[in-house]
C-alpha cells in the first residue's frame, strides 16, 4: 500500500512492528478516552471556506524562539524510535531538517544526543526530570555545548500513566521469561524488522542516559526504570536549577491548566506546549485542542504557545493555529511513518501534511500561517464535544 495519509501510516506500521512496539506507540492509558477526545475535538471544528480571493502568494512560514520553521510543525519528542526503524531518531531528525522543522530528541531515545547532532542536526532536547541531578546537570551541559537550540522540559509524567495495551502486549508487567517469549514471538512474525532493528540497529540502548541506567540493560525495561527515577517531588522552583546549565529557551511540554500556564510564565519559561502526552497520562483530561483557547488566552502574550494531541493532517495543523497555537508537534504521525519506513516515509509524511496544510490555506483565504486566526473557523469555533472539567 501507497501511504496517502497518516492513518495509512499506521496501517504500515501495524503490519511492519513488532506488537510491543505497535501498541505502544498507539495506545494510550486507561481506557484511552483522552486519546480518541484529542483526535475527535479536532475533527469536529469546522474551517470556514472563502473562495475567489487570489491565493497565488502563500507562506507557511514561522519564526519561534530565534528560529525559522518552513511551516508551523514540529516532531514531538517520542520515546525509543530507535525501536521502530534503525536508529530512528537520527533518520526522523534527518527528515524533519530536511523539512526545515524542528525535530525533538526524546530524553529516552535510543540514539543519544550526540549521535543525533553528528547524523542529522543539533535537535531540540526534552528533559525528564531524573532523581540523580548530577548525572541531569552533566546531561543538560552535554546537549548545550553540542548547540542544542531548545530545551523543552517535559511536566506531566511525574510518574508513568497505566497502559493496558502494553500489558496486554506482554511489553510490561509480566516476568523477564513471558517478556523475552513475546519478543522472541514478535521477532519471527516480523522478519524485515527483525533484519533492519533487531540485528542491524544495535545498540538498543536508551543512549543519552545510558549512562544512568545501570540496573536495566534492555531498553524494554525501560518503563519499570522510569518509575523508580523520574523525580516526583520536581515543582517551578526545579526551573531555576535547570537555567543553572541552560541559558537558552526553554519550553514547558504538558500543561493543560491556564493556572499551570501562569505558573510557567512566572517561572520564566519562553514557550509552552499543550499537551496531555497524547493521552497517555491522566485519561480522561480535557483533549489539548479544548484547553488551547484558554491557555493562549491567559498567556498568549508572555510566551510562545505551542500544542501537541491528535494532530493527524494539514488541516488540524491549521485549526490549531486558528485557535492561537504559533505551531503544532506531531507525535503518533512521525512515529508510525518511521515504523512504515525509516527516514523515505517520514519525509513523505511531513510532505503531505504541509500540502494538506497549503490546501486548507487556500480555500480559507489564509496567505501567511502567522496571521491564522479565528476568522479561519465557521461558527464553531470552540470544540464543543467533550468538556470534562469546568469552562
Ligand atoms: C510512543 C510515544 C512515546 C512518547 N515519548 C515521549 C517522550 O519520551 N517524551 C515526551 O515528552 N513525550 C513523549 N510522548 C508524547 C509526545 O511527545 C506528544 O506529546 C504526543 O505524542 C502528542 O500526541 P499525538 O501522538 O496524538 O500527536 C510520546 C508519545 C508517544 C506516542
Given at each position: ?26 495506545g494510550g492509558s486507561y481506557a484511552e478516552e483522552t486519546l480518541r477526545r484529542n ?122 500513566g497505566a497502559r493496558y ?111 496531555n502526552h497524547?493521552g497517555r497520562q491522566l485519561d480522561g483530561v480535557r ?101 470534562p472539567?469546568?469552562?
Amino acid at each position: 500500500m501507497r501511504a496517502a495519509s497518516v492513518s495509512d501510516y499506521r496501517e504500515l506500521a501495524r503490519r511492519r512492528l513488532p506488537k510491543i512496539f505497535f501498541e505502544y506507540i498507539d495506545g494510550g492509558s486507561y481506557a484511552e478516552e483522552t486519546l480518541r477526545r484529542n483526535v475527535a475535538d479536532l475533527e469536529v471544528i469546522a474551517l470556514r471556506q472563502r473562495v475567489m480571493r487570489d491565493m497565488s502568494q502563500l507562506d507557511m512560514s514561522v519564526q519561534l524562539l530565534g528560529q525559522t520553521l518552513s511551516m508551523p510543525v514540529g516532531l514531538a519528542p517520542v520515546g525509543m524510535a530507535g525501536m521502530y526503524a534503525r536508529r530512528g531518531e537520527v533518520q526522523a531528525a534527518r527528515a524533519a531538517a530536511a523539512a526545515g522543522v524542528p525535530f525533538c530528541l526524546s530524553t529516552v531515545g535510543v540514539c543519544s544526543v550526540e549521535e543525533v547532532a553528528r547524523g542529522a542536526q543539533a535537535p531540540w532536547f526534552q528533559l525528564y526530570m531524573l532523581k540523580d541531578r548530577g548525572y541531569m546537570r552533566e546531561l543538560l551541559a552535554r546537549a548545550k555545548d553540542l548547540g542544542c537550540p531548545v530545551l523543552v522540559f517535559t511536566v506531566d509524567l511525574p510518574t508513568p500513566g497505566a497502559r493496558y495495551r502494553d500489558v496486554r502486549s506482554g511489553f510490561t508487567g509480566g516476568t523477564r521469561l513471558e517478556a523475552a517469549l513475546a519478543q522472541l514471538r514478535d521477532g519471527v512474525t516480523h522478519p524485515a524488522w527483525t533484519w533492519d532493528v533487531f540485528v542491524n540497529g544495535r545498540p538498543h540502548t536508551l543512549g543519552s542516559v545510558a549512562g544512568a541506567v545501570k540496573e536495566s540493560r534492555r531498553v524494554t525495561d525501560f518503563l519499570s526504570w522510569i518509575a523508580r527515577n523520574f523525580d516526583r517531588s520536581v515543582t517551578w522552583k526545579d526551573l531555576d536549577w535547570v537555567r543553572e546549565t541552560w541559558d537558552g529557551p526553554i519550553v514547558v511540554k504538558g500543561v493543560l491548566d491556564p493556572d499551570d500556564a501562569r505558573d510557567a510564565v512566572r517561572a520564566g519559561a519562553q514557550g509552552l506546549v499543550v499537551s496531555n502526552h497524547g493521552g497517555r497520562q491522566l485519561d480522561g483530561v480535557r483533549s489539548s485542542i479544548s484547553a488551547l483557547p484558554r491557555i493562549v488566552e491567559a498567556v498568549g502574550d508572555d510566551l510562545e504557545v505551542f500544542m501537541d494531541g491528535g494532530v493527524r493532517s494539514g488541516l488540524d495543523v491549521l485549526k490549531a493555529l486558528s485557535l492561537g497555537a504559533k505551531a503544532c508537534f506531531l507525535g503518533r504521525a512521525w512515529a508510525y511513518a518511521l515504523g512504515a519506513g525509516g527516514e523515505a516515509q517520514v519525509a513523505r509524511m511531513l510532505a503531505t501534511i504541509r500540502s494538506e496544510l497549503a490546501v486548507a490555506m487556500i480555500l480559507t483565504g489564509c496567505r501567511s500561517a502567522r496571521a491564522a486566526g479565528p476568522e479561519l473557523l465557521d461558527g464553531l469555533d470552540r470544540p464543543s464535544v467533550s468538556r470534562p472539567n469546568r469552562s
